[in-house]
């Protein structure tokens, strides 16, 4: 069994980005895992074990017309 520091220190790192649609999401994501610089920072995060907890969450923006919902 590995010794394990005790968790010191929390980051965390928020992308926001502007797709057209969820489709055009998850067509984007279709795209991890082939190309050779996202294979290579998988597999330093894997095997670093720097990320603990990975969430996604979608958000839309705030457009005229709608600040009579706030």
Same mark, same amino acid.
């Given at each position: 069994?590995? =010794?394990?520091e005790p968790l010191t220190s929390v980051m965390? *790192? +928020?992308v926001t980005g502007n797709l057209p649609s969820l *489709? *055009?999401?998850e067509e984007y994501r279709q795209l991890f895992g082939r190309d050779p610089? #996202?294979?290579d920072s998988d597999l330093i995060r894997d %095997? #670093?074990?720097c990320v603990l907890r990975y969430? +996604? *969450?979608f958000t839309r923006p705030l457009l005229p %017309?709608? =600040?009579d919902r706030v």
């Open positions: 069994m590995t =010794d394990v965390i *790192a +928020r *489709a *055009a999401y610089e #996202s294979i %095997g #670093s074990g969430e +996604r *969450a %017309g709608d =600040d």
